[in-house]
């Protein structure tokens, strides 16, 4: 067996189907085309056309399938629409993304339910529905992959975005449950963590540039994340590759989470 056809085995997603929401930007963005190019069809679903798009016609100008839907993630009968949409494209999918995400930021004083409504549905609620609506299927077929995007927040208080860092330590809870749940019957879930990413999600941070260099400081290479670092990642929590690993937070940070 050669180097190339031992990679393929290892880590080639061709056949698979990948529903990745919030894939139009940045980490999302950065997830979708690792999945894709490393053969996988791709839905990605976010809620502006235009950038779904661009962010399609760029994977389909590079040989790959894909194809996107924009959805309402905010609510549940978007969610379920999104849903319903997605799959009719290339059909059930086999690896689930979520990695759609709002950050509003106020003081945790200042927090009001409208926030904290609005924080949980996008990024809990419909991770939950969405495994809810797939995690079955795969679980029946052998094969499924289930990811999350979480947050430094997940682990520790951080930047200071307090409902943002609770979904989100919701979200690695709820990875290790679907583990539980379907893990038995092949199907794993998992999450990766950044670090601080030069992502549209944090455009308001990078307006200062002594902050951005004071979170580069603290990692230990030296730089903050860029969306391209989750690529190698993605593709080894999606393919075989991964089969046992399970119910467990990968920190794709630079060491921050260690310094």
């Not at 609510?75 to 009719?88: D, I, N, P, Q, S």
């Not at 991770?127 to 679980?139: C, K, N």
């Not at 979904?167 to 963590?193: H, M």
Request: hydrophobic residues 45%.
């Amino acid at each position: 067996m050669n180097a190339h056809t031992y990679l393929s085995h290892l880590f080639s997603l061709d056949g698979r189907v990948a529903l990745v929401t919030g894939g139009s930007s940045g980490i999302g963005r950065a997830v979708a085309g690792a999945l894709a190019r490393a053969g996988a069809s791709v839905v990605i679903v976010a809620r502006r056309e235009a950038e779904l798009a661009a962010t399609a016609d760029e994977l389909l100008a590079d040989g790959c399938r894909a194809a996107w839907v924009s959805g309402d993630l905010s609510t549940r009968a978007g969610v379920r629409a999104a849903a319903e949409a997605a799959a009719g494209v290339y059909g059930e999918p086999d690896i689930l993304v979520n990695s759609a995400g709002i950050n509003l930021r106020p003081p945790m004083g200042e927090v009001g339910e409208d926030v904290w409504d609005a924080t949980m549905a996008v990024n809990l609620e419909a991770p939950f529905l969405l495994g809810e609506r797939f995690g079955p299927g795969m679980a029946e077929r052998g094969f499924g992959r289930i990811i999350h995007v979480t947050s430094q927040q997940a682990h520790r208080a951080f930047v200071r975005s307090g409902v943002y860092g609770v979904s989100k330590g919701g979200l690695e809870s709820l990875a290790r449950s679907q583990a539980e749940a379907w893990s038995s019957r092949g199907v794993t879930a998992n999450t990766l963590v950044p670090g601080f990413v030069l992502t549209p999600l944090n455009a308001r941070l990078q307006e200062d540039p002594e902050t951005v260099a004071a979170l580069a400081a603290r990692t230990m290479v030296g730089r903050n994340g860029l969306a391209d670092d989750f690529a190698g990642a993605a593709v080894f929590l999606a393919s075989g590759a991964s089969a046992y690993v399970t119910g467990q937070a990968l920190f794709v940070d630079g060491g921050l989470s260690v310094h």
